[in-house]
């Protein structure tokens, strides 16, 4: 959630500490996803139709991460100066944030060339082209569509425009209250995005390995559970504050309800991984753990706990 939270004089205040680990590790894993290449040649190994979505997606990925490189690093030295002068000016704080916001709402929209590659067998099919469904007929079309048609639709497209509306908001001359309308509109947004990419995920796994899969394993069965209940749950509570704080200035705004959603959030990412750390074994391995782990650019919210507690714990008088 996009607020603007006035630190203690403290240096070692943990809601610094918090946005500056946090800001860190946003831009390391970036950058692990931009160095790590082994996506250059991949489709090589497919049919002709889908080498040539696969070729344009990769291409379209690697712009979008290129981006927000460069935003996560902008970002995290912002947090370092924020750290060390105990303070930015009003004018830099917006600055800084309007070309975070609009960096990462590019990259958000790079995905939308994966949008068209999920919705493009069911679009075959539609018109009778069966020859583009791979040969799977149903199950292939509505795997795709789920996994990535649905969710990646919607983030390189009503994601971008939460963002670029906050963005067109943050300005001193405007009402403090839009800003945090469209800040909050934009939080709740990733939640539904990584609500629908990794239900998508779970649930094509689920189908695809079996039931047994799922219930046989106490740590995969409750990862399924709060992945498709749990975040949509969560999404839904986050639209519920959201249209209830519409209209309020930073001082009116409940910061250990935003605080929480954060947290919640956060340990979400962190169970997740940490279930692998703990509990990973080669009969567990499958397509949800290749992605959560391997293909997951949204891992850096496993940090997200650092800056939920102290927002949560703080004061508000």
Same mark, same amino acid.
């Given at each position: 959630?996009?607020?603007?939270?006035?630190?203690?004089?403290?240096?070692?205040?943990?809601?610094?500490?918090?946005?500056?680990?946090?800001?860190?590790?946003?831009?390391?894993?970036?950058?692990?996803?931009?160095?790590?290449?082994?996506?250059?040649?991949?489709?090589?190994?497919?049919?002709?139709?889908?080498?040539?979505?696969?070729?344009?997606?990769?291409?379209?990925?690697?712009?979008?991460?290129?981006?927000?490189?460069?935003?996560?690093?902008?970002?995290?030295?912002?947090?370092?100066?924020?750290?060390?002068?105990?303070?930015?000016?009003?004018?830099?704080?917006?600055?800084?944030?309007?070309?975070?916001?609009?960096?990462?709402?590019?990259?958000?929209?790079?995905?939308? *060339?994966?949008?068209? %590659?999920?919705?493009?067998?069911?679009?075959?099919? /539609?018109?009778?082209? +069966? #020859?583009?469904?791979? =040969? !799977?007929g149903l199950w292939y079309t509505a795997?795709?569509?789920?996994?990535?048609?649905?969710?990646?639709?919607?983030?390189?497209?009503?994601?971008?425009?939460?963002?670029v509306q906050t963005v067109r908001n943050?300005?001193?001359?405007?009402?403090?209250?839009?800003?945090?309308?469209?800040?909050?509109?934009?939080? *709740?947004?990733?939640? %539904?995005?990584?609500?629908?990419?990794?239900?998508? /995920?779970?649930?094509? +796994? #689920?189908?695809?390995? =079996? !039931?047994?899969?799922?219930?046989?394993?106490?740590?995969?069965?409750?990862?399924?559970?709060?992945?498709?209940?749990?975040?949509?749950?969560?999404?839904?509570?986050?639209?519920?504050?959201?249209?209830?704080?519409?209209?309020?200035?930073?001082?009116?705004?409940?910061?250990?309800?935003?605080?929480?959603?954060?947290l919640i959030a956060g340990l979400y990412?962190?169970?997740?991984?940490?279930?692998?750390?703990?509990?990973?074994?080669?009969?567990?391995?499958?397509?949800?753990?290749?992605?959560?782990?391997?293909?997951?650019?949204?891992?850096?919210?496993?940090?997200?706990?650092?800056?939920?507690?102290?927002?949560?714990?703080?004061?508000?008088?």
């Open positions: 959630m996009l607020v603007s939270i006035k630190a203690e004089n403290n240096f070692y205040d943990p809601l610094k500490v918090g946005l500056l680990i946090v800001a860190v590790v946003f831009f390391l894993f970036t950058l692990h996803g931009l160095l790590t290449l082994e996506w250059i040649g991949e489709w090589n190994f497919f049919s002709e139709g889908r080498s040539f979505w696969t070729l344009i997606t990769d291409i379209s990925s690697a712009i979008g991460l290129i981006f927000r490189v460069v935003g996560s690093l902008i970002a995290a030295l912002a947090v370092v100066a924020y750290f060390i002068k105990k303070g930015l000016t009003t004018t830099t704080t917006y600055r800084i944030l309007k070309i975070v916001l609009i960096i990462e709402a590019i990259y958000w929209f790079t995905f939308i *060339t994966s949008g068209f %590659f999920g919705f493009e067998p069911a679009v075959s099919a /539609l018109l009778g082209d +069966t #020859a583009n469904t791979q =040969g !799977t795997s795709v569509l789920i996994s990535m048609g649905i969710p990646c639709m919607f983030e390189s497209t009503i994601l971008p425009i939460a963002l943050l300005s001193p001359e405007k009402p403090q209250t839009k800003a945090i309308k469209w800040g909050l509109i934009s939080g *709740t947004c990733y939640i %539904f995005v990584w609500w629908l990419n990794n239900a998508g /995920l779970w649930i094509y +796994t #689920a189908v695809w390995k =079996g !039931t047994e899969y799922v219930t046989s394993y106490p740590e995969n069965l409750f990862s399924f559970i709060i992945t498709v209940f749990g975040l949509l749950a969560l999404g839904i509570f986050a639209t519920y504050f959201t249209k209830k704080s519409i209209g309020s200035k930073l001082e009116m705004l409940k910061l250990k309800t935003v605080g929480a959603i954060i990412f962190l169970w997740n991984y940490l279930t692998w750390i703990f509990f990973g074994k080669p009969e567990l391995w499958s397509d949800w753990y290749a992605w959560f782990l391997g293909h997951n650019l949204d891992l850096w919210a496993l940090s997200l706990p650092l800056l939920g507690l102290p927002l949560l714990f703080r004061s508000e008088s």
